[in-house]
T-cell receptor, first 112, second 110 residues
Framework: DTGVSQDPRHKITKRGQNVTFRCDPISEHNRLYWYRQTLGQGPEFLTYFQNEAQLEKSRLLSDRFSAERPKGSFSTLEIQRTEQGDSAMYLC??????????FGPGTRLTVT | AQRVTQPEKLLSVFKGAPVELKCNYS??????LFWYVQYSRQRLQLLLR??SRESIKGFTADLNKGETSFHLKKPFAQEEDSAMYYCALSSGGSNYKLTFGKGTLLTVNP
């Protein structure tokens, strides 16, 4: 399967712990997006990269969140000092410029 | 600010009946509109986008700028159409980020 992959698929953590998620986009895609989806809501934009440059961050992305895309390939999203409100599905998508965004399966985070 | 509204959380129809999933948007510029679908235990995938004017799996959607709507329609629903449908808007520019509605869960009964 050459689609977008995300790891892990599920993560349970205790409040206050740090977590890191990984996204591997489709290999030739230069754009990578992170979204967050909570129960009953559609996905909400968090941040996006064009190649290795992070070009926009949503106000949803507090100082506890950081994202990287070294070398313009895979990306990581780290949440420090997790809070119960961080519990959500974290989705990654990739695309070529203005074309269709392809989504990964998501990482479901549960903060206890 | 851009916003997408899907007024129906749930929609239930019988097989063979017409279906219309409503989507209204708020955006001052020229948006690009999409419908994404998520079947049970599958990832989110693009169903159609307004600029391509395609019919995918029998679904069509027309952008009505006067009414700021992008409703999704299918004349004869099939059981396999049961899924969560999300309307999304891209403001274009340079980042093409998507703003999604809350989604409508369509159930097609036999």
């Amino acid at each position: 399967d050459t689609g977008v992959s995300q790891d892990p698929r599920h993560k349970i953590t205790k409040r206050g712990q740090n977590v890191t998620f990984r996204c591997d986009p489709i290999s030739e895609h230069n754009r990578l997006y992170w979204y967050r989806q909570t129960l009953g809501q559609g996905p909400e934009f968090l941040t996006y990269f064009q190649n290795e440059a992070q070009l926009e961050k949503s106000r949803l992305l507090s100082d506890r969140f950081s994202a990287e895309r070294p070398k313009g390939s895979f990306s990581t999203l780290e949440i420090q000092r997790t809070e119960q409100g961080d519990s959500a599905m974290y989705l990654c998508a990739s695309s070529l410029a203005k074309y269709e965004q392809y989504f990964g399966p998501g990482t479901r985070l549960t903060v206890t | 600010a851009q916003r997408v509204t899907q007024p129906e959380k749930l929609l239930s129809v019988f097989k063979g009946a017409p279906v219309e999933l409503k989507c209204n948007y708020s955006y001052s510029g020229s948006p690009e509109l999409f419908w994404y679908v998520q079947y049970s235990r599958q990832r989110l995938q693009l169903l159609l986008r307004h600029i391509s004017r395609e019919s995918i799996k029998g679904f069509t959607a027309d952008l009505n700028k006067g009414e700021t709507s992008f409703h999704l329609k299918k004349p004869f629903a099939q059981e396999e159409d049961s899924a969560m449908y999300y309307c999304a808007l891209s403001s274009g520019g340079s980042n093409y980020k998507l703003t999604f509605g809350k989604g409508t869960l369509l159930t097609v009964n036999p």
